[in-house]
């Protein structure tokens, strides 16, 4: 029996609380700072995913066996490493990489040089200082739109500009660089080959020798139907992916998967806890956009719920490095995650709408992101511009979409939007 704290406060955090309380494993679970949702799995604690002195006294106080976080901000700071460098933090098993490991999300540049190194198929780019803007606009004038540029660093999501035209570039470029238009995130930026083809997202849980695959997912990240206007943190999901198919699937575990495991292996790098490819198809074959050091959301309200297997029996064993000997237990059906939105998201929005209709959600799971318990009551209120997912399976994407969407129109809030064409996409595809 093992206590258990969980960093992080969005849909991801919900469906990692969701399930790691059903596992028998399980003695008190914790979720700093968690949201309505993590809630009703366990206890929330009011620490920020920053706050590792604040972590670091949580966990000894309450005797907690094991660290799951969340987000990318706290590995990429360094959490891992923080409590691995205390004495009496020898026996937490930490899911989630130290800071070395989360380079590969916290640089693309890092990220870029670890591909190369390791003939890890990716688009061809070339990285260019502060001081180097003649030669990034020269770079520029050689090739040819769309241009595809990126700050190094983490950005919120909001790092990678697409532009059509030479001088929308040189522009972007210019302030990117010179301006600081990411802050230090863009003090050194790329400059990517634009690759055409379909996304899709690949999980592993890796305890640094020997890895397990979790259920591909795709997301939809365009706020308008259709796959248009402005980005946002994700409208929702859908799992399995239909046109990843097995062979496909057996491309990405041996030129992506295998190979990145054994390159962080090989750089020294002790990696235990989840990794994220963010890939696309290309004709027939796999290459990398981006690695992510932690689930994805809303990839994680889609994928967990396929999860059979207990979750925490499979983090103890990634803990003890014993993954190898791990079968992984799938539910074959397929998952829809609708995400319902904040009028305005990703712009402006209103907070501290009252959330209706949520026990008239029959045949779906709730996974809560931006949405609090008013204080003193029962009542629901949103509190972010994603405030939650519907997740249903089905026998076929279509069905799981139906049984969401059937979902999703009986709950209600002020100015609730959400794009009512997931999956659309894939309907070419057999399922
Ligand atoms: P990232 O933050 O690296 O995931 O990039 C955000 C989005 O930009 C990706 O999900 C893709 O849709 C797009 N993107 C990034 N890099 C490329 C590329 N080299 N070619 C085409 N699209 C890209
Ligand atoms: N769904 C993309 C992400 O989690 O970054």
């Given amino acids: 029996m093992m206590n258990v704290l969980i960093l992080g406060s969005g849909g991801r955090e919900h469906a990692l609380a969701w399930k790691i309380a059903q596992s028998p494993e399980l003695n008190n679970l914790y979720i700093a700072p968690g949201n309505a949702g993590t809630a009703l ?180 990240k365009r706020i308008g139907e259709g796959d248009t206007g402005l980005n946002t943190g994700g409208m929702g999901s859908i799992s399995p992916v239909p046109f990843a198919d097995e062979e496909f699937m057996r491309k990405v575990e041996s030129r992506i998967i295998r190979p990145t495991v054994e390159g962080l292996k090989q750089e020294n790098i002790r990696y235990k806890g989840f990794i994220f490819f963010g890939l696309i198809k290309r004709g027939n074959d796999p290459y990398v956009i981006e690695y992510n050091v932690r689930m994805g959301d809303p990839e994680a309200e889609s994928v967990i719920p396929r999860i059979k297997s207990d979750l925490l029996e499979m983090f103890i064993a990634a803990g003890r490095e014993q993954l190898d000997q791990y079968n992984i237990e799938l539910d074959e059906r397929f998952t829809a995650a609708i995400m319902l939105v904040s009028g305005g998201y990703p712009e402006k929005y209103e907070k501290g709408k009252p959330i209706g209709g949520l026990d008239a959600v029959e045949d779906g799971l709730i996974f809560y992101a931006g949405a609090q318990r008013q204080a003193g009551t029962n009542e629901i209120v949103t509190s972010g511009g994603r405030v939650l997912a519907v997740t249903s399976f089905g026998r076929d994407l279509e069905e799981s979409l139906r049984k969401s969407y059937a979902g999703a129109a009986k709950i209600d809030f002020h100015k609730m939007y959400y794009r009512k064409d997931l999956g659309k996409d894939l309907m070419q595809y057999n399922n």
């Fill in 41 to 220: 799995a366990g206890e929330n604690i009011h620490l920020s995913v920053t706050d590792f002195e604040g972590i670091y006294n949580f966990i000894k106080e309450k005797v907690i066996g094991m660290l799951i976080v969340g987000p990318e901000a706290p590995l990429v700071e360094g959490i891992t490493d923080y409590m691995k460098a205390k004495l009496d933090m020898q026996h937490l098993i930490i899911i989630g990489p130290d800071k070395n490991g989360a380079m590969i999300e916290g640089s693309k540049d890092f990220a870029k040089i670890f591909m190369e190194k390791y003939g890890i198929p990716t688009a061809i780019h070339k990285t260019f200082e502060k001081d180097q803007l003649d030669q990034a606009i020269d770079y520029l004038e050689k090739i040819s739109p769309p241009y595809v540029l990126k700050a190094d660093g983490l950005a919120a999501g909001k790092g990678v500009i697409i532009c059509n035209s030479f001088d929308q570039a040189s522009k972007e470029l210019k302030e990117m660089l010179t301006e600081e238009k990411f802050g230090k995130a863009s003090s050194k930026v790329l400059i990517e080959e634009f690759m055409e083809g379909i996304e899709l997202s690949a999980f592993v849980l890796t305890d640094g020798n020997s890895y397990t695959i979790l259920p591909s997912a795709k997301d939809y």
